[in-house]
């Protein structure tokens, strides 16, 4: 069988592996170093954030944002429904109990679903110590909206832009909105450190205690004080210098996405009951620009006369991975007792939705196999119809 086309895979050329080796031959290969400091200056420089400290993944870039913000145990933090679960985790982490909100058509947050759940919980008398909405996919939240509510219950927003970096909202850059952000550096992000993440502010404080929790709490003296509980969270100096060959790279790996959505949109143009997820862009009423992470489309059965599954089974078949939208946190058995507010968006997205092979190290070759896969199901399906 033909090789097996992945939905991102890693896209690592010689600029990655010069980049290891001057590392390695450096001498800093571990812990902190060069590459690091100059790895955080790019990454602030390029989300226009004041600072950027490189951590060891997203989670933990949630994770020590949520302590920084003073988020603990009792705490409700409101966060989006339709996210990857790193997302509630982290919340979890700190020993606050997660909010699930639902979404609206952008995938994202609902802003009035985010207003409602401020109004029950405050009448509760409960109050919210964080709201972390999610850049699903890649596409910057409604931040107009979202921060204005939580500004107006005096409430802290950690973006999660996890998925987004390199997306833009209205000329801001995605991981540039609320007090700090997270951006991860996972495997099948849109650029990556084999494993990383980052925290982006602009609070030079908030920073500083981020670099202090993420290496142990350790005071600045040489017999290893501790007066708070640390974690062991830093990127090295190896990876950070792969981040920066990455970095080098991403606006290029974004264009090659974005080609490959122009591909699916031709693709799908005349096929009735399916869409593109997320487009038109601006439909909350941001001007948005997407980083093309990952091309969804959304299948309406009844008009398509197929399912998201069906497609999904068939791909799968040909040795190429598709997959549905993330399965929305307040539908997981783990977080089945989690208070939610939901009007049944999510979930229908999550049955709706199917991601397609979307990585910038797919070539033509790739993607004419998955286009032929796709017209191979469509000619199938309409038989069958
Ligand atoms: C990938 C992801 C994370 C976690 O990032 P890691 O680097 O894998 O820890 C968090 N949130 C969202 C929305 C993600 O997609």
Do not use: C, E, H
């Given at each position: 069988m033909a090789d097996r086309i992945y939905l991102s895979s890693p896209d690592v050329t010689q600029a990655e592996e010069d980049a290891l080796v001057r590392a390695i031959r450096s001498g800093w290969v571990a812990p902190l170093g060069p590459e690091v400091d100059a790895f955080e200056e790019e990454l602030a420089a390029y989300t226009g954030r004041k600072y950027a400290v490189a951590l060891s993944s997203g989670t933990a870039a949630l994770h020590l944002a949520l302590l920084n913000l003073g988020v603990g145990p009792g705490d409700l933090v409101l966060t989006s429904s339709l996210t990857f679960a790193a997302t509630a985790n982290s919340i979890v982490y700190t020993g606050a109990e997660p909010v699930f909100i639902d979404a609206d058509e952008t995938g994202n947050m609902n802003p009035d679903l985010l207003e409602e759940a401020f109004d029950t919980l405050a009448k509760e008398g409960r109050t919210v110590k964080a709201v972390v909405p999610v850049d699903l996919l890649g596409k910057v939240v409604n931040h107009e909206r979202i921060d204005a509510i939580a500004a107006a219950h005096g409430v802290p927003v950690l973006s999660d832009a996890a998925e987004s970096l390199g997306a833009t909202r209205n000329g801001r850059s995605?991981?540039?909105?609320?007090v700090a952000a997270a951006i991860s550096f996972n495997?099948?992000?849109?650029?990556?450190?084999?494993g990383g993440g980052a925290l982006l502010t602009d609070d030079e404080e908030f920073a500083k205690h981020t670099r202090y929790l993420a290496t142990q709490a350790r005071q600045p003296v040489v017999h290893y004080e501790h007066t708070d509980i640390g974690y062991n969270y830093r990127m090295s100096n190896i990876l950070a210098a792969l981040g920066r060959a990455q970095l080098s790279r991403l606006d290029e790996m974004i264009e090659r996405r974005r080609q490959h959505r122009l591909a699916y949109r031709e693709l799908f143009a005349?096929?009735?009951?399916?869409t593109i997820f997320g487009e038109p862009s601006g439909a909350d009423g941001g001007d948005t620009r997407d980083n093309f992470w990952l091309t969804s489309i959304l299948v309406d059965p009844a008009e398509a006369g197929f399912s998201a599954a069906a497609m999904q089974a068939a791909l799968a078949e040909r040795n190429i991975e598709s997959r549905p939208l993330w399965k929305p946190m307040h539908l997981q058995p783990v977080y089945s007792s989690a208070r939610a507010s939901t009007d049944g968006s999510a979930e229908e997205l999550f049955h709706r939705g199917l991601s397609l092979?979307?990585?910038?190290?797919?070539d033509e070759a790739h993607m004419a196999r998955v286009r032929e896969a796709i017209g191979q199901f469509l000619d199938g399906a309409d038989a069958a119809a």
């Open positions: 995605a991981g540039a909105f609320g495997g099948n992000k849109i650029m990556t450190t084999s005349d096929v009735s009951g399916v092979p979307s990585g910038s190290v797919l």
